[in-house]
């Protein structure tokens, strides 16, 4: 019955380092964001090799089981909930730099060159308008 304990406290940890994960691509830092990734694979690894079945049939019964399963579901939600965020932030960014690269026709921003003049590739006629 030690595997339980063993990994519900890998479960908890796990809930931690999502939660620092979280709070990294918040703010930005991908120095501490890179840093979290091994110890988050490694856990997961551990979770992946996991085998219950030898355990007995008394788990299904066990509050620590239960505990168990509650903080899995919670580190699947956080997951997906840090898989939001980084799919927010690269939506922001492929945004950014398609408007930059003048892309969107449709798009409402203009762009200038350095003399405060509309830029060429973002004239819409240009002197066959005129």
Known sequence: M????????QAVRLLTVLDDEFEALKS??????????PEKLELL???????FSKS????ASSS???EFQQTIVE??????????LIQR???????????????DP???VEIYDRLGRLAAGRRKGGYTEA
């Open 106 to 108: 449709a798009s409402s």
């Open 64 to 66: 620590d089981w239960e």
């Open 45 to 51: 690894k551990a979770f992946a090799s996991l085998d």
């Open 75 to 84: 580190c699947r939600d956080r997951h997906r909930r840090n898989g939001i």
């Open 28 to 37: 930005q830092n991908l120095e501490q964001f890179e840093r979290l990734q």
């Open 89 to 103: 932030k690269l939506d922001a960014i492929r945004a950014a730099l398609k408007t930059l690269q003048g892309a």
């Open 2 to 9: 030690a595997l339980l304990p063993n990994s519900l406290s």
């Open 56 to 59: 007995g049939a008394s788990l």
